[in-house]
C-alpha cells in the first residue's frame, strides 16, 4: 500500500482471503497494491442513495467522506458505507488473488468515461447488498446532470470456457471489449483448462447508472460486462439503468442471471457472444429512444466468425418480461443471429415496432428446423409488435435462408398466444415503471413449469419476469429509475 492509500485506512479493511480459486489470470508483472485512495472532504450523497437508518437495518450516515480510488487493488479489501469511492479517471483493476469486499448501502461514484471497475481473472468482487441499503454504482456528477455514458462500468473476468480466442492468443483465451488489445488484465476465458465453475464473486442488490463508455466500434464498456464467468457466480438483484452501450452483455462462460433488470440501455439490453450457456429467469428489459444504429431488446450471437464454433452460445430463460419504447419505434424486440441458439420460455414481448423476434443467418435457422430444437421462444404471449401492432414477426433482414419467424413461432409446438393484452400495471412510466400483470392478465396462465433442478430455477406459474396481481415484487425497494 503506498502513502496515499494509508491516508484512509478504514477504506481499505483487509477481508478474510480466500485460496479456494488458484490464481489462473494474474499478468506476468510482481503484483503491487498500487490503489489510490485520497481522503477529501466529506460530500452529500444524492437523495435517495442512502438507505434510511432503521432499527435491523444498514446505518450508513449521510454524508460519507470521500474515498478516491485509481490503479489497483491486489490485496484483500473492504469497502462499506461509511465512505463513499470516487473512481477516479482510468480503470481501477481488482489484480488477482484480491478480494474486493463492498458492503450494503456503499455508493461508488465514476468521475470520468473511463472510470471503471475491471475485476480481473483469479480475483473476485463480494458486492452483497440489501432490498433497504442497494449497493450503488453511479455518475460523480450532481442529480439532474448525470447522463448515459459518464463513467465506463463494472466488469467480471473469469477463466470459464468460451468459444473465442484474439488473434496471438491460446484458444479459449480473448481479450474483453474496452481494454486495451496489449493490456492482459483484461483478458478472460480459461483456455485449454476452463473451469466452468469458476466463481467471478456475487453482485446482490446492487445498481449500476448512467455508466457505459463506446472506445471505437464494437468496443465498448457495457453497464456490466460478464465475461468467462462461471456458475458459482452470483448475479441476483441486479439493475442496470441508462447505460450508453449494452445493459448486460455476457462473453461467453456459464454464469447465471436472476432478478435483473435493464432500464433505458441505448444499445441492447441483453446481449451474449462467444459460447455463454447460463440460466437467466426474472428479467425486465424496457428500452426507450435510443441513438444508437441497430439497438434491440435482445441481441444474440455465438461468434461472428464461425457461427458453429463451439461451446456454442445456448442460454435457459425463464420469466422474461421485454419492452419495447411506447409509441412508434424501430427497434426490433430479440434478434437472433451469428449461430446462437436459445431457449427461452414464459416471456412477455410487446411493444416493438420492428417486430418481435428476427432470426438471422443459416447456422441460427437450423437450430430451430432441426428435429430436437435448441432454438425457440415458448409458451410466451406476444402484444403489439411490428408497424401494424399484430405482425408480430415483419422484420426479415433476408439472411436466414428464408426461415419464416411467423410460421414457426405461431407453430401449435410452441404454445405462444398472440394479441392479448398483459395488462401490465404501468410499464412505460419514466420514473416509476410498474411491469406486474394485473390479476386477471393472461399472463397469469399458460406457463410452462421451469426444470426442478433445486440449483437455480424457482416455481413461477405465470409469463413475464413479475408475478401477477397486488402481492409482491421483487423491484420493489432497491431499484430507482432516475432521468438524470
Same mark, same amino acid.
Given at each position: 500500500?503506498?502513502?496515499?492509500?494509508?491516508?484512509?485506512?478504514?477504506?481499505?479493511?483487509?477481508?478474510?482471503?480466500?485460496?479456494?480459486?488458484?490464481?489462473?489470470?494474474?499478468?506476468?508483472? *510482481?503484483?503491487?497494491?498500487?490503489?489510490?485512495?485520497?481522503?477529501?472532504?466529506?460530500?452529500?450523497?444524492?437523495?435517495?442513495?442512502?438507505?434510511?437508518?432503521?432499527?435491523?437495518?444498514?446505518?450508513?450516515?449521510?454524508?460519507?467522506?470521500?474515498?478516491?480510488?485509481?490503479?489497483?487493488?491486489?490485496?484483500?479489501?473492504?469497502?462499506?458505507?461509511?465512505?463513499?469511492?470516487?473512481?477516479?479517471?482510468?480503470?481501477? +483493476?481488482?489484480?488477482?488473488?484480491?478480494?474486493?469486499?463492498?458492503?450494503?448501502?456503499?455508493?461508488?461514484?465514476?468521475?470520468?468515461?473511463?472510470?471503471?471497475?475491471?475485476?480481473?481473472?483469479?480475483?473476485?468482487?463480494?458486492?452483497?447488498?440489501?432490498?433497504?441499503?442497494?449497493?450503488?454504482?453511479?455518475?460523480?456528477?450532481?442529480?439532474?446532470?448525470?447522463?448515459?455514458?459518464?463513467?465506463?462500468?463494472?466488469?467480471?473476468?473469469?477463466?470459464?470456457?468460451?468459444?473465442?480466442?484474439?488473434?496471438?492468443?491460446?484458444?479459449?483465451?480473448?481479450?474483453?471489449?474496452?481494454?486495451?488489445?496489449?493490456?492482459?488484465?483484461?483478458?478472460?476465458?480459461?483456455?485449454?483448462?476452463?473451469?466452468?465453475?469458476?466463481?467471478?464473486?456475487?453482485?446482490?442488490?446492487?445498481?449500476?447508472?448512467?455508466?457505459?463508455?463506446?472506445?471505437?466500434?464494437?468496443?465498448?464498456?457495457?453497464?456490466?460486462?460478464?465475461?468467462?464467468?462461471?456458475?458459482?457466480?452470483?448475479?441476483?438483484?441486479?439493475?442496470?439503468?441508462?447505460?450508453?452501450?449494452?445493459?448486460?452483455?455476457? +462473453?461467453?462462460?456459464?454464469?447465471?442471471?436472476?432478478?435483473?433488470?435493464?432500464?433505458?440501455?441505448?444499445?441492447?439490453?441483453?446481449?451474449?457472444?462467444?459460447?455463454?450457456?447460463?440460466?437467466?429467469?426474472?428479467?425486465?428489459?424496457?428500452?426507450?429512444?435510443?441513438?444508437?444504429?441497430?439497438?434491440?431488446?435482445?441481441?444474440?450471437?455465438?461468434?461472428?466468425?464461425?457461427?458453429?464454433?463451439?461451446?456454442?452460445?445456448?442460454?435457459?430463460?425463464?420469466?422474461?418480461?421485454?419492452?419495447?419504447?411506447?409509441?412508434?419505434?424501430?427497434?426490433?424486440?430479440?434478434?437472433?443471429?451469428?449461430?446462437?441458439?436459445?431457449?427461452?420460455?414464459?416471456?412477455?414481448?410487446?411493444?416493438?415496432? *420492428?417486430?418481435?423476434?428476427?432470426?438471422?443467418?443459416?447456422?441460427?435457422?437450423?437450430?430451430?428446423?432441426?428435429?430436437?430444437?435448441?432454438?425457440?421462444?415458448?409458451?410466451?404471449?406476444?402484444?403489439?409488435?411490428?408497424?401494424?401492432?399484430?405482425?408480430?414477426?415483419?422484420?426479415?433482414?433476408?439472411?436466414?435462408?428464408?426461415?419464416?419467424?411467423?410460421?414457426?413461432?405461431?407453430?401449435?409446438?410452441?404454445?405462444?398466444? +398472440?394479441?392479448?393484452?398483459?395488462?401490465?400495471?404501468?410499464?412505460?412510466?419514466?420514473? *416509476?415503471?410498474?411491469?406486474?400483470?394485473?390479476?386477471?392478465?393472461?399472463?397469469?396462465?399458460?406457463?410452462?413449469?421451469?426444470?426442478?433442478?433445486?440449483?437455480?430455477?424457482?416455481?413461477?406459474?405465470?409469463?413475464?419476469?413479475?408475478?401477477?396481481?397486488?402481492?409482491?415484487?421483487?423491484?420493489?425497494?432497491?431499484?430507482?429509475?432516475?432521468?438524470?
Amino acid at each position: 500500500m503506498d502513502a496515499q492509500a494509508r491516508v484512509d485506512s478504514a477504506a481499505l479493511d483487509t477481508a478474510a482471503p480466500d485460496s479456494s480459486q488458484p490464481d489462473s489470470g494474474a499478468p506476468d508483472s *510482481a503484483l503491487g497494491d498500487s490503489a489510490a485512495a485520497d481522503s477529501a472532504a466529506p460530500q452529500d450523497a444524492p437523495e435517495g442513495e442512502r438507505p434510511p437508518a432503521e432499527d435491523g437495518a444498514t446505518r450508513c450516515p449521510a454524508s460519507p467522506p470521500e474515498v478516491r480510488v485509481s490503479g489497483e487493488i491486489s490485496t484483500n479489501t473492504q469497502w462499506d458505507c461509511a465512505h463513499t469511492y470516487l473512481l477516479t479517471a482510468g480503470p481501477v +483493476f481488482v489484480r488477482a488473488p484480491a478480494v474486493l469486499t463492498i458492503g450494503a448501502g456503499t455508493v461508488i461514484r465514476g468521475d470520468a468515461p473511463t472510470a471503471s471497475l475491471i475485476v480481473t481473472r483469479g480475483a473476485r468482487v463480494e458486492a452483497a447488498g440489501t432490498a433497504e441499503a442497494p449497493i450503488v454504482f453511479t455518475s460523480a456528477r450532481p442529480v439532474g446532470m448525470r447522463s448515459r455514458g459518464n463513467w465506463g462500468g463494472v466488469v467480471l473476468l473469469g477463466g470459464a470456457s468460451i468459444n473465442s480466442a484474439r488473434p496471438g492468443m491460446a484458444s479459449g483465451i480473448n481479450q474483453i471489449e474496452g481494454i486495451d488489445a496489449a493490456d492482459n488484465r483484461g483478458q478472460y476465458g480459461g483456455g485449454a483448462t476452463p473451469d466452468d465453475d469458476w466463481n467471478c464473486g456475487t453482485l446482490r442488490y446492487v445498481r449500476i447508472e448512467f455508466a457505459g463508455y463506446p472506445i471505437s466500434a464494437n468496443n465498448e464498456l457495457n453497464s456490466l460486462t460478464v465475461g468467462g464467468c462461471g456458475r458459482r457466480t452470483v448475479l441476483d438483484y441486479v439493475q442496470v439503468h441508462r447505460g450508453e452501450d449494452d445493459g448486460f452483455e455476457f +462473453f461467453g462462460g456459464t454464469a447465471d442471471l436472476r432478478h435483473a433488470i435493464a432500464t433505458h440501455s441505448d444499445d441492447d439490453g441483453l446481449d451474449w457472444d462467444f459460447g455463454w450457456r447460463g440460466r437467466a429467469q426474472f428479467v425486465v428489459v424496457t428500452q426507450s429512444a435510443s441513438t444508437e444504429s441497430d439497438p434491440s431488446g435482445v441481441e444474440a450471437d455465438n461468434d461472428r466468425d464461425n457461427n458453429n464454433a463451439m461451446p456454442r452460445s445456448e442460454p435457459v430463460i425463464y420469466n422474461l418480461t421485454l419492452l419495447g419504447p411506447e409509441g412508434m419505434n424501430t427497434m426490433p424486440g430479440m434478434v437472433l443471429r451469428r449461430g446462437t441458439a436459445a431457449r427461452i420460455y414464459n416471456s412477455v414481448i410487446m411493444n416493438w415496432g *420492428a417486430g418481435a423476434i428476427d432470426v438471422r443467418d443459416p447456422a441460427t435457422a437450423a437450430l430451430a428446423t432441426a428435429g430436437s430444437p435448441t432454438l425457440f421462444v415458448n409458451n410466451s404471449l406476444f402484444f403489439r409488435n411490428g408497424p401494424t401492432g399484430t405482425n408480430h414477426f415483419a422484420l426479415d433482414m433476408g439472411s436466414d435462408m428464408g426461415f419464416d419467424e411467423d410460421g414457426f413461432f405461431r407453430a401449435p409446438a410452441r404454445m405462444n398466444r +398472440f394479441d392479448l393484452d398483459p395488462a401490465l400495471a404501468a410499464p412505460t412510466h419514466a420514473t *416509476a415503471p410498474d411491469f406486474a400483470p394485473s390479476a386477471a392478465s393472461p399472463a397469469s396462465s399458460g406457463a410452462a413449469t421451469p426444470p426442478s433442478d433445486g440449483a437455480f430455477f424457482l416455481p413461477a406459474p405465470f409469463l413475464g419476469a413479475i408475478p401477477p396481481g397486488p402481492g409482491p415484487n421483487w423491484t420493489t425497494g432497491w431499484t430507482a429509475f432516475p432521468a438524470n
